[in-house]
């Protein structure tokens, strides 16, 4: 295995620490043919810029970007996917820590399941590095798909989380340009591996993710995210209802309207046939319309056979129960809500 990996990192004000430790641990990766990619989205803290300045002295492998203004964290990877050239890439986050054996799995992985992108497990950690959970796959009821799945799942589901992934460059250039519709990076790369190749889910950790208090997504529970917006918006039938028409719009609808927006491209880049291409198409305005019923629903929506159609899989344990109630019947989750 010679082939350059391209790993990708944005960095903005990051706590200097967790910079340096996850830095290194790129680095001392046992797969050493790799080029770490790096865009700083206009650090106010000198201390970033500096300890990135200096990892680029001392290692040829490192191309660094400062930009000129704020573009945010997509924005920041569709940049770093345009000046990767590799036939690999990863994305990284900046505060966590890679097993020394994370490239060398993966792309292996990779190429033995001849697939389009592979992810990982990891283990949740703490800002001093201790382990929260053995597994973030099943602490969050995450997807496991090992090669056997739905055809419409990575388009209705977030799946993997960007810093477990390794993909193609076929993968890379279909993802590119972004269009207004991309807010997730990792959900658009996974949708797109699965019109292709398909995805295989290496089930072992091969990094520790980062929960602290300064995460953007950061992996937080249920009922962490439910504390928060009830300390911010009360916890009233109608703060839940605000909570649940954001949360079925900002993640579900807005995750498949991304994918929606690069279907006919996809699927023209596809070797399938116009029946194969129709039926998708078909299938994806079906989840559409799906969670646009849900999303109006105050009292009950009795479609919930549709919930095992577009968005039950091997892995998601009890998350689907929560689910369920959230898509289908708001009065019964919002007691849940309201004692969580």
Same mark, same amino acid.
């Given at each position: 295995?010679?082939?350059?990996v391209?790993?990708?990192? !944005? $960095?903005?004000? !990051?706590?200097?620490e ?8 790129? @680095?001392?990766?046992? +797969?050493?043919?790799?080029? @770490? ?7 106010? =803290? ?8 200096q990892?680029?002295?001392?290692d040829?492998?490192?191309? @660094? ?10 924005k ?6 345009? *000046? ?5 890439i ?17 792309? *292996? ?8 992108? #592979? ?16 597994? +973030? ?29 390794? /993909? $193609?460059?076929?993968? =890379?250039?279909l %993802? ?5 519709? $991309? ?6 790369? #996974? ?61 579900? %609808? ?9 279907? =006919?491209?996809?699927?023209?880049? $596809? ?19 799906? +969670?646009q ?5 105050? #009292? ?11 968005l ?8 689907? +129960? =929560?689910?369920?109630m %959230? ?7 919002? @007691? #849940? /809500?309201?004692?969580?």
């Amino acid at each position: 295995m010679d082939e350059t990996v391209d790993i990708l990192l !944005t $960095t903005y004000n !990051t706590n200097p620490e967790y910079l340096k430790i996850q830095i290194e641990s790129i @680095l001392n990766q046992t +797969y050493k043919n790799i080029k @770490l990619i790096i865009s700083d989205d206009c650090s106010t =803290k000198k201390k970033v810029r500096e300890i990135l300045e200096q990892y680029a002295k001392k290692d040829k492998r490192i191309e @660094l970007y400062f930009q000129e203004k704020n573009i945010g964290c997509t924005k920041g990877f569709e940049f770093l996917l345009n *000046k990767s050239t590799s036939d690999y890439i990863a994305f990284s986050d900046h505060d966590d820590i890679w097993y020394e054996n994370k490239i060398e799995e993966s792309l *292996k992985i990779l190429k033995e399941k001849n697939v389009s992108l #592979v992810y990982c497990d990891a283990r949740q950690i703490d800002g001093q590095g201790q382990v929260l959970h053995e597994s +973030y796959l099943r602490y969050k009821n995450m997807p496991i798909l090992n090669g056997e799945y739905k055809e419409i799942l990575p388009f209705s589901r977030h799946i993997a989380i960007g810093c477990s992934q390794l /993909f $193609t460059k076929e993968v =890379k250039e279909l %993802m590119l340009p972004f269009s207004e519709k $991309t807010y997730a990076h990792d959900w658009h790369s #996974v949708y797109i591996a699965s019109k292709l190749k398909g995805i295989y889910c290496i089930d072992k950790p091969l990094f520790g993710y980062r929960i602290h208090e300064g995460n953007i997504f950061g992996g937080r529970s249920f009922k962490q995210n439910i504390k928060l917006w009830k300390e911010k918006n009360g916890s009233n039938f109608k703060s839940y209802l605000k909570y649940r028409y954001r949360a079925i719009t900002e993640i579900y %609808m807005a995750g498949s309207l991304m994918c929606k927006d690069f279907s =006919k491209k996809m699927y023209n880049h $596809t070797n399938k046939d116009e029946k194969w291409k129709n039926e998708n198409l078909k299938q994806e305005d079906a989840v559409i319309q799906y +969670y646009q019923k849900a999303q109006n629903t105050k #009292v009950c929506y009795f479609a919930f056979h549709k919930f095992f159609k577009y968005l039950a899989f091997k892995g998601i344990g009890k998350r689907k +129960y =929560k689910e369920i109630m %959230m898509l289908h019947f708001p009065v019964l989750s919002f @007691l #849940v /809500f309201k004692v969580s």
